[in-house]
């Protein structure tokens, strides 16, 4: 095979602000052969992106190309002038961004952008462009091919949106295509099916193409071969079966052992009959509430659940799920609508207002992206320093000292009460938005998708955090996630949201042995394993969209319409009835008995 | 397009409902001015009969709610009432004097508008290059300088030193080409330099804005050259907040043009304004806050709709 793309020696710096410069990739070499998949692999802050934008040419804001050459053919890229660059780009390497709902302009329709590659580069004309991005969106299984493009972003959803950024990226025929983390920002589920649109694609077009991912498994389903980053320098260069299989160096080692699941469960104290939190059928939403108590956009219907003391009710949906939600009606954050929540059996107050200070530190929140619930100017004593002050009453001295306390807690040294929390990483932030919480000593803490922001490796140190501080402090969380191996590796208890109902609600264990709820089903099906050749071999179906879908607030399955198992002439026209399955799990759905 | 003309028809009607409050504001203020009409036409040494019964031929001496509605009424009808000072129909003197603060405005519009959006536009696509700083720096100093003392700066050099242009800006219908200019030049620059500034600072910052968007990044990596990002790509999305910096500036444009009128003699809406205050002349005084007011409304209303018509996620 002839190496298509030779990289060599390619070196990329940052500045640092005060003048020195910061080595971003360091001496990275490798080659890609005609028709070959390569995987960029590493966390973040690797240089795997870095260095996939290195073969445009391109480096982000201030970073510079400071060394190395890159190889396209016969072609230099790096020896390249202005002109030279916008010809490279988008005709000869094409790029497929990580967001596409943010890599797409709002405000011009899709085929505009679709087509405009083309038609910078002088390709084609705009009706042959037009009429060639048409057949690459029924290839890439787009509905409506002939009208998607009319279309303007937002009138599409995310996954739709990833597969016509394949489009764009393919509508010059280029030579390289590089695939810059383009599942990541999507649901499981939406995620095997663009998988299963690239994978295609890529194979009947021969397509040579770098792909940049942080997820083993994903790759594991794309790559030919491998290349393991860590700080901007190559760990490990391989074919995908040696990586994953016998990788050979240790910090591979530690990724693909990140993968693969981790039981953190610990066995329940059982100190009272009473449940921390109970929740009995509540609706929530926004809008006016009619005469029945329902608002005008319901976002959850007639959930109820237990949390009892010291235990760990997970929460698992897609995004609009409802999970969010769920968390903020708990904290007192949305007002309820219908039901009750009981904490230690006594009656929430449903807003914030009416609720006492006592009420307020028992139940304590720690949102998903500590980036921004974090004040960047504070220091680390400040933040934990107002709930110890607020709650505890605390002097200045006895708050200095529970600081170095709650630190040690979440592993943090002592010395970080001086930092500001916007010089730290994700991990040590999103350690400090728990610390926070846990200064308040509270009994119930509401984890909204607190690892989703983080590597595998460092969401897994979390995990283990929480894990064991479950264990030391008696805690019970309420752990909101859309990823099931996280759930199911930390908790007793789940309930499966879908559209804002509770689908399916059991303890974790029945999620290792069907049966399961049809949508549940498709949840644990979807998530790619670690083992090549699965998505070829995965069971997932797509079932044929009805015409008329059941909306929210109507009283049928929420999951009619995408539910590989529905039954004519009886999911469609009796709401569901909540009923067990053999393994113990409660179902909303008409496949129980 | 059902969607869109309710937007806008709730808009519009919001802007009518803040007037309402605005005429009634306007007037209970005007009748906080010390003094009156009667005192004024008068003098000092008028005696207390004589007084009240000129307030009461002039209705000043009805309740004030009274007077509101019969004001609120005429304005309605398009007829404000007639000026205290001089006893001719305020909508007559409004009439003379109105388009010729349009005319002034406009022409100052129509110079500093397409100007100033292309320097800020051309600073942000070269942002943080030496163009840029240029530009900044001059914009910054022009509107640093008071409108005052440009004016008067420049009356004294190219009216009074150099003799150019005339100091009195006044063009009678008519005039030439030559006269025209002449006669604008001064106070159309002495705008322009109030004006300039704002609107390119605040349409670099929009711009600006855009092109740290990840989608300007993908045009980019497209091929696509610097002018067909920005132009193509950034500004459509930049298009509301411009529109918004435009509205304002030209909002000021308005109240600037009191003292510029003034310093120029120029016989527009806003010296006759500054005249009512002067004669306690409320019913013209009335009105011209009230053109004022609705003027700048109307200009937020356009900068609205505008923001609107550029978002496909509110057009559609």
Not at chain 1, 352 to 362: C, G, P, W
Request: aromatic share 4%; net charge neutral; hydrophobic share 45%.
């Amino acid at each position: 095979m002839t190496n298509h793309i030779v990289v060599s020696n390619l070196n990329v710096t940052a500045p640092t602000g005060d003048g020195d410069e910061l080595t971003i990739v360091d001496d990275v070499s490798f080659s890609v052969g005609a028709g070959e998949v390569l995987a960029l692999i590493g966390e973040s802050g690797s240089g795997k992106t870095t260095i996939a934008l290195t073969l445009m040419g391109y480096a982000r804001g201030s970073c510079r190309i400071s060394g190395g050459s890159v190889r396209l053919g016969e072609l230099d890229v790096l020896k390249l002038g202005q002109a030279g660059l916008r010809d490279l780009r988008g005709r000869r390497v094409s790029y497929v961004a990580q967001s596409a709902a943010a890599a797409f302009n709002p405000s011009r329709t899709i085929m505009n952008q679709v087509t405009e590659a083309a038609l910078i580069h002088k390709m084609a004309t705009r009706a042959d462009a037009e009429k060639r991005a048409v057949e690459l969106f029924r290839d890439l299984s787009l509905p409506n091919p002939e009208t998607i493009g009319n279309r303007y972003p937002h009138q599409v959803s995310g996954g739709q949106l990833q597969r016509l950024m394949a489009a764009m990226a393919l509508i010059t025929d280029p030579e390289l295509v590089i695939f810059d983390e383009p599942t990541t920002a999507l649901d499981v589920t939406t995620q095997i099916d663009v998988l299963q649109a690239f994978k295609r694609v890529i194979k009947e077009r021969d397509i040579t193409a770098i792909y940049v991912s942080h997820d083993l498994a994903v790759v594991a389903q794309m790559a030919d071969r491998i290349l393991v980053l860590n700080h901007g320098k190559v760990i490990e260069f391989g074919e995908t079966e040696q990586i994953l299989q016998r990788p050979a160096d240790s910090y591979t080692q530690s990724l693909v052992g990140a993968v693969s699941r981790k039981q953190r469960q610990t066995p329940l104290q059982h100190d009272s009959e009473l449940p921390l939190l109970e929740i009995r059928g509540l609706v929530a939403g926004y809008g006016r509430l009619d005469k029945q108590g329902m608002p005008d956009s319901p976002i959850l219907q007639d959930i109820s659940l237990t949390i009892p003391r010291g235990s760990t009710l997970g929460i698992i949906g897609e995004s609009g799920s409802g999970k969010s939600t769920l968390a903020r009606v708990v904290a007192g954050l949305m007002p309820v609508a219908k039901g009750e929540v009981l904490l230690d059996g006594e009656p929430l107050p449903t807003t914030l207002a009416s609720r006492s200070k006592e009420q307020f530190r028992r139940i304590q929140i720690v949102f998903q992206n500590a980036d921004t619930a974090l004040n960047p100017t504070h220091k680390v004593s400040q933040v934990l320093g107002r709930p110890l002050t607020f709650y505890h009453g605390l002097s200045d001295d006895a708050c200095r000292r529970r600081i170095v306390q709650i630190l040690d807690l979440v592993k943090l040294p002592a010395e970080m009460a001086g930092r500001r929390c916007g010089e730290l990483s994700g991990g040590q932030k999103q350690r400090i938005n728990l610390a926070r919480a846990l200064a308040a000593d509270p009994e119930l803490i509401l984890c909204d998708e607190v690892t989703s922001a983080l590597d595998t490796v460092v969401g897994s140190a979390i995990l283990d955090l929480l894990a064991e501080l479950r264990q030391e402090l008696g805690v019970s969380y309420m752990f909101i996630s859309h990823d099931i191996s996280t759930v199911r590796s930390l908790c007793d208890d789940i309930l499966v949201l879908y559209e804002g109902r509770a689908v399916e609600t059991g303890s974790c264990s029945t999620l290792e042995t069907p049966p399961f709820h049809p949508y549940t089903d498709m949840l644990i099906s979807s998530v790619p394993e670690l083992e090549q050749g699965w998505l070829e071999r995965s069971r997932h179906k797509v079932s044929p969209q009805l015409t008329t879908p059941a909306g929210m607030g109507s009283p049928l399955c929420p999951f009619l319409n995408r539910c590989p198992e529905r039954i004519a002439g009886v999911c469609d026209s009796l709401p569901p009835p909540r009923g067990s399955l053999k393994n113990g799990s409660e179902i909303l759905c008409h496949h129980s008995k | 397009m059902m969607h869109i003309m309710q937007l806008i028809a709730r808009r519009a009607g919001t802007a009518l409902f803040i007037l309402l409050l605005v005429s009634a504001v306007v007037f209970s203020l005007s009748s906080l001015l010390p003094g009156d009409a009667a005192q004024q036409l008068l003098g000092q040494s008028a005696t207390p009969e004589a007084l009240a019964a000129l307030r009461e031929s002039l209705g000043l001496d009805k309740p004030g709610y009274v007077r509101y509605v019969t004001w609120l009424k005429g304005l309605l009808i398009g007829d404000p009432g007639v000026s205290l000072a001089n006893n001719m129909p305020v909508a007559e003197l409004v009439a003379e004097r109105l388009p010729r603060s349009l005319v002034l405005a406009g022409i100052a519009a129509l110079v500093s508008v397409p100007i100033a959006l292309t320097l800020g536009i051309l600073s942000a696509m070269y942002g943080g290059s030496r163009l840029d700083r240029v530009l900044n720096f001059t914009t910054l100093c022009m509107v640093a300088i008071p409108e005052f003392l440009v004016a008067t700066v420049l009356v004294l050099i190219f009216a009074v030193k150099l003799g150019w242009v005339s100091s009195l800006s006044y063009a009678p219908p008519g005039a030439s080409l030559g006269q025209f200019l002449s006669a604008y030049a001064l106070p159309v620059v002495t705008l322009f330099f109030v004006l300039v500034a704002q609107m390119a600072r605040m349409s670099r910052a929009a711009v600006l804005d855009q092109l740290s968007e990840p989608y300007v990044e993908m045009a980019v990596l497209k091929g696509a050259s610097l002018p067909r990002v920005v132009l193509r790509h950034a500004l459509p999305n930049a298009i509301g907040p411009i529109a918004n910096a435009v509205a304002l500036s030209m909002s000021y444009l308005l109240g600037g043009v009191v003292i510029v009128e003034v310093i120029f003699n120029y016989p527009g809406i806003a010296s006759l304004m500054v005249d009512s205050v002067a004669n306690r002349d409320m019913p013209l005084l009335q009105t011209c806050a009230m053109i004022f007011c609705a003027a700048y409304l109307l200009l937020v209303l356009i900068a609205d709709v505008c923001a609107i018509v550029s978002n496909p996620k509110l057009r559609t």
